[in-house]
């Protein structure tokens, strides 16, 4: 998540490159800009909608299965994961901030420990997201179930369910676009605003303190397993800051913003959460071991906060506003959760964590459709039990061990990367063995750990559903290193272009001299330059080589010396013709275009010369169309369909260059120059 940068227009607006002026210092001015236009692609608003999608949508599956297991402190158990979701937010955010790259954990741990511990980060992100996407398109169908009975029975409400995931893998191989999100965010503010308020009248009308602290007999009502239980299932509440870290480097939000999405998100979570909680049991008072609530609604437990509502056509009014607000925001909440997966699946794959076949890009929507549609099928298959306890438990498993990764890797690189810039930090840190010791990270580690550990034992299907992925994962990878002859604890890159249909053709040179002349025929002779050193590079290094060398050569009389002052027309003029070359020379991609200009006695001798003293790979010249006139050969005209173009300078730069020498076609009539005057032959534009 980046500071934005400051507001302006862009530098080229209304600029003209002054004589003089360093050519190299406009490309950068315009190089700064773009790294500023591409941080302020994503706003708050966006990034609002999708953080408080899963926060608010987590509630409408999760409540049933919490108050099955805490009964009644089921309130204390949200009041509790309000902080806990505080130390993992301000975790996650000093992470981003640091390393600004797609993949939430994973990230944190890459630099912090090494690749393998990157990878079960990932792994078992993967995983949630997967059982989030499960989760919501089957919770959606119980909530739509108040439009249509039926869908409460199993094949209905599996196929609803299905068609809801490949709506949402369609959605994501077309791609989110900002419009959709913006509207995501409006719906979620709906949303918030409709249970807010069923909130505030189940309170008016239901809440009693003694029935709320009637029921609790700790170690039997709830038994210390289910409390357990229900304090790592909220941490589905806690996607979102894995969402929001994984738009790393997009984000335009400052410090201040920041702090007001963190707060906002307690805020959210204690007002929310924490009352529906307590509307749940004291509508539905716990007797014993029981809760109606938790058994009867336990898949639309917000639909079963307000069937006790009276008058009857206000609960009936409300049932039928909430089941179609929580359905459409559960649908919204498992597109998010794909979304989140296909970005943080295609960092797996460009780093080598995953085969790179896995994360091949759509040919026309650039977004990872392999790793998309294997989620759609997966997703689905976790559909057939049709048991949120099941799915929220292994949800749980894989929740607790990345967010216990991404806390013990933001205090290790306080050590590793002490100097590291950090737009925002976690507060309350003590120097301890020289750093700055991150007390709310190492807490939230802590507590991280120790719910991982006592969910490994209280539940079952957690511990050997989440054993068994993370074994399989560890497997696929190990292997895949192996065989790629990699070390499974080094980084391995994998350029993006790697991952699209049409594999990138490799560079056919690093480096071009290109003598400008000040004509039309300039540009073809940059452009043809950049096609054979652009290409697609397949790492930051070849970006560096590919150059193309555009010189101006001033040809001196040998009645004047050679640093004999010029006519500044002429000066101005290959000024103009090099500044010309720059700009077409570098819209390629990964073309870098330095410019000079050379004095000589004759031009041919000077490209020679400059070819072996820079080393390029090759020699562009252009070949200029030959008068008109009718006559022989040696008159200059036309002399027969055999008649070469290739001119005297031409012909001696091929004999004696120390490179390949690479001449254009001459266009069957000049157009005008850049400059404005008539183009001349090749070796023109000398003084």
Known sequence: ?????????????????????????????????????????????????????????????????????????????????????????????EGASLHQEPGGSTVFARYAFNELVSFVAGWAILLDYIILIAVCAYSATQYLKVFWAPLGNRNEAFVLALAIIAFVVLSNIRGLSS?????????????????????GLGLVLYFNPHTLTASIHLGSAPTWSGLIFALTVTTMAFTSVEYASGLAGEVRAS?????????????????????????????????????????????????????????????????????AVVAVTLIAAANSAMLGLSRLAYSLSTNRQIPSGLGRLHPRRSTPYVLIILAGLLAAVLVVPENLDFLVGI??????????????????LRYREPDGRRPFRVPLSVRFRGGDLPLLAVLGALLSAAGWVALMVVHHAARY?????????????????????????????????????????????????????????????????ALLVAGEPTDEAAVDTATIEAVWIFE????????????????????????????????????????????????????????????????????????????????????????????????????????????????????????????????????
């Not at 290193?481 to 990699?486: A, I, Q, Y």
């Open 556 to 687: 001196i009389p040998l009645a004047l010396t050679l640093d004999a002052r010029l006519p500044e027309e002429h000066i101005r003029r290959a000024r103009r013709a090099l500044a010309r070359a720059k700009a077409v020379g570098e819209e390629y991609t990964g073309v870098h275009v330095a410019t000079a200009t050379v004095r000589a006695r004759a031009a041919g001798h000077a490209i020679v010369e400059e070819a072996r003293r820079r080393g390029v790979e090759a020699i562009v010249l252009g070949a200029a169309e030959p008068s008109r006139v009718r006559g022989g050969a040696r008159l200059g005209g036309r002399g027969g369909p055999l008649e070469s173009f290739a001119g005297d300078l031409i012909r001696y730069v091929v004999a004696r260059a120390p490179c390949r020498v690479i001449v254009t076609a001459p266009p069957s009539r000049e157009a005008p120059s850049v400059d404005g005057p008539p183009p001349q032959p090749a070796g023109a534009g000398i003084v």
């Open 1 to 93: 998540m980046s500071t934005p940068p400051a507001e302006g227009p862009p530098p080229w607006e209304g600029l003209e490159v002054e004589e003089g002026r360093s050519l190299e210092r406009v490309g950068a001015e315009l190089s700064a800009w773009s790294l500023a236009t591409l941080s302020r692609t994503i706003g708050s608003p966006i990034l609002f909608g999708i953080v408080y999608t899963s926060l608010a949508s987590a509630v409408f599956f999760s409540l049933g299965v919490v108050v099955n297991h805490a009964l009644g402190l089921t309130p204390l158990v949200f009041l509790l994961a309000a902080g806990m979701f505080g130390l993992t937010a301000v975790t996650y955010v």
């Open 395 to 412: 949800y749980a498993f894989g929740a607790v061990l990345s967010f216990t990764i991404a806390h013990l890797s933001v205090v290790r």
């Open 465 to 529: 559903v989440g054993l068994g992925w993370m074994a399989a994962g560890l497997v696929l990878y190990l292997v895949y290193r192996r065989l790629d002859e990699s070390s499974p604890l080094q980084r391995v890159t994998v350029a993006p272009e790697m991952l699209r249909p049409e594999q990138p053709r490799e560079r056919d040179y690093g480096s071009i001299l290109v003598p400008v002349q000040g004509g039309a025929l300039d540009d073809d002779m940059v452009q043809t330059a």
């Open 255 to 323: 410090r201040r913003a920041l702090r007001r999405l963190l707060a906002s998100g307690i805020v959210i979570l204690v007002l929310a959460y924490v009352g529906v909680a307590l509307v749940a049991v004291t509508a539905f008072p716990i007797h014993g071991t029981h809760s109606a609530l938790g058994h009867r609604y336990l898949d639309d437990p917000v639909v079963g906060s307000v069937s006790r509502l009276r008058p009857h056509a206000l609960e009936q009014t409300l049932r039928y506003a909430m089941g």
């Open 179 to 199: 419009r959709r999100a913006l509207r995501i965010g409006v719906l979620v503010v709906g949303a918030l605003a409709l249970e807010l308020f069923v909130i």
